[in-house]
T-cell receptor, first 115, second 118 residues
């Protein structure tokens, strides 16, 4: 299940199950969204992206869903593997203003896969 | 392609000293490089954006005189933490974006540098 830790929400799943990681973004005008995977002690790794004119995009074993009405993103990982254990961040890009073009990262969710 | 390296991967320094972190794009030219800071169990926070040959743009609350950024070439940016204090201990991550690419908004991240100030 999903629980909120001191700073980072954690999601524990059994190997082979599907995982769903959720993210609420902040700016309704953001036009581009990315999911990153970060393993301990490493930099973020690009997983999948989606533009605001889409509501779904699929990759290899991953699917991103975008609900602009409620400013919500989700990342679905099929057949979760131990190697998927990491912290997952969503990020949005503001199209204008002082942070134009900058990535704004969400809080992150730690995914733990039990063998 | 689009590999970004950082050096060193970890560094320990004494309080009051300065430390320099390098960020290199190995196989592409990056007009823009970004520096982030990440505290344990927290998200990445953008510190500054630097464009080759011009002054860096710092985010609100980031002291530009303490975190000196130099972006002297299209493949190298450096972050110098001056007069470091224990509260500067953190994971520093750089990223680079590709000039004129089909997705110029896409950032490629380095592996990060762990700074510990004693």
């Amino acid at each position: 299940g999903e629980s909120v830790g001191l700073h980072l929400p954690t999601l524990s799943v059994q190997e082979g199950d599907n995982s769903i990681i959720n993210c609420a973004y902040s700016n309704s005008a953001s036009d581009y969204f990315i999911w990153y995977k970060q393993e301990s002690g490493k930099g973020p790794q690009f997983i999948i992206d989606i533009r605001s004119n889409m509501d779904k995009r699929q990759g290899q074993r991953v699917t991103v869903l975008l609900n602009k009405t409620v400013k919500h993103l989700s990342l679905q990982i099929a057949a979760t593997q131990p190697g998927d254990s990491a912290v997952y961040f969503c990020a949005e890009i503001y199209p204008y203003g002082g942070s134009q073009g900058n990535l704004i990262f969400g809080k992150g969710t730690k995914l733990s896969v039990k063998p | 392609g689009a590999v970004v390296s950082q050096h060193p991967s970890w560094v320990i320094c004494k309080s009051g000293t300065s430390v320099k972190i390098e960020c290199r794009s190995l196989d592409f030219q990056a007009t823009t490089m970004f520096w982030y800071r990440q505290f344990p169990k927290q998200s990445l926070m953008l510190m500054a954006t630097s464009n080759e040959g011009s002054k860096a743009t710092y985010e609100q609350g980031v002291e530009k005189d303490k975190f000196l950024i130099n972006h002297a070439s299209l493949t190298l940016s450096t972050l110098t933490v001056t007069s470091a204090h224990p509260e500067d201990s953190s994971f520093y991550i750089c990223s680079a974006s590709v000039l004129g690419g089909p997705r110029s908004y896409e950032q490629y991240f380095g592996p990060g540098t762990r700074l510990t100030v004693t």
